[in-house]
């Protein structure tokens, strides 16, 4: 299954590890840590045109290495929980 994160760029759910709210998350100390290190490594895209509302960390299992890829989309926590569940019922149905 499939999760769309805004503009051109879908991720599976199974490589999601986390779906996070940029707001609330980033006054944190530690998580801005970490976002300036994946931005170091090159590993933030940013797939927002307008302003972020969530971040998501993904594990991609390249060439048997894994390796987080942290999109920040414009999409908030909410909405992307929901097309989730959207995509899961879809998956069911189709069993029946």
């Known amino acids: ?4 994160l805004g503009q051109d760029i879908v991720v599976r759910s199974s490589d999601i590890v986390g779906i996070f709210d940029i707001e609330n998350t980033s ?4 998580t801005k840590e970490y976002l300036g290190e994946q931005e170091k490594k ?7 045109a307008e302003l972020p509302k969530s971040f998501i960390v993904c594990k991609d299992q ?11 989309s414009q999409i908030s926590c909410a909405t992307l ?14 069993h029946f």
Not at 1 to 4: K, P
Not at 42 to 48: A, L, T
Not at 81 to 90: A, E, N, Q, T
């Open 81 to 94: 929980k929901k097309r989730s569940g959207y995509v899961d019922r879809l998956g069911l149905m189709q």
């Open 27 to 30: 006054v944190s100390k530690i």
């Open 62 to 72: 390249k060439d048997d290495e894994d390796k987080i890829t942290v999109y920040i």
């Open 42 to 48: 090159h590993r933030v895209i940013n797939v927002s």
């Open 1 to 4: 299954m499939y999760l769309h």
